[in-house]
């Protein structure tokens, strides 16, 4: 993602000159974990792009709102446990995949991770809703708006709080991207941004957190708590999907029982 990368970009090169070469890695561990996730839920923006551009230069108006919601709540329903499982499992994630030695990076990790979820959404008002629309002035203004403010709170918090510095300013400036696109496209966008459905992912999620806390604090390698935490948290999130009715999780449930019965 073109954001995340300029924001973390000028995040290294702040820490470097302010900081030393070992926040510096701290802070691209974390990062790098960050992007694998991101890349999971933005994939969804590269294969929707073109058919939504399709649908307002053809005038399917009604359509193009009708996928743009549906966008908004796929991501909104994806990205929750991702953030909350990325939260919950940094600690065990950051001493499997980059080693003991950048155990400082675990705060760092937590306090980036509400941007899989941040930047998503932006992903779908920016990418997938407004540059169709040929509102690309909103969201070159609204990067410009999250660029500025991130410069700002490296310059404030990286010599206090070094690499955890830089991730605290990269959420806000991501927070601020997403805000701004929202207040100045808001005539724009087809979809509810306040919906009831998703108070329901959020609980749902936060009991896969309490799940995979639990697992967490039991006495489990870290290898063995990433396995068995991920596995049982998408059974618990996905299980309350589906006793709720989620379209999402009735749709998947029926591709697999038409597998299955093939």
């Known amino acids: 993602n073109l954001i995340i990368s ?3 970009n000028l995040d290294t090169v702040m820490l470097g000159f302010m900081k030393d070469p070992t926040n510096v890695g701290y802070y691209v561990g974390a990062t790098k974990l960050t992007k694998m996730l991101l890349g999971l839920t933005l994939a969804l923006g590269t294969v929707m792009l073109p058919r939504l551009s399709n649908l307002i230069t053809t005038g399917q108006k009604a359509e193009f709102d009708r996928l743009s919601q549906r966008a908004m709540d796929f991501v909104v329903a994806f990205s929750l446990p991702l953030f909350l499982g990325l939260f919950v499992l940094a600690p065990s994630l950051i001493r499997v995949l980059c080693g003991d030695s950048y155990e400082p990076a675990i705060i760092t990790l937590q306090v980036i991770s509400p941007i899989v979820l941040i930047i998503a959404l932006s992903n779908v008002v920016g990418i997938q809703v407004l540059y169709p629309q040929g509102k690309e002035n909103i969201v070159i203004m609204s990067t410009l708006v999250g660029a500025i403010v991130n410069f700002t709170l490296n310059l404030v918090l990286i010599p206090q709080y070094a690499q955890n510095g830089a991730a605290i300013a990269t959420v806000i400036a991501e927070s601020c991207v997403t805000i701004t696109m929202i207040i100045l496209g808001v005539k724009y966008l087809p979809f509810k941004l306040l919906n009831r459905k998703y108070i329901f992912y959020l609980l749902a999620a936060m009991l896969m957190f309490a799940v995979c806390w639990g697992i967490r604090m039991s006495d489990l390698t870290d290898f063995a708590t990433i396995i068995i935490s991920s596995i049982v948290g998408v059974v618990v999130y996905a299980g309350m999907l589906y ?11 029926a591709v697999i029982r038409a597998k299955l019965s093939k």
């Open 6 to 8: 300029i924001y973390v």
């Open 243 to 253: 006793l709720g009715k989620d379209p999402f999780a009735m749709e998947f449930a």
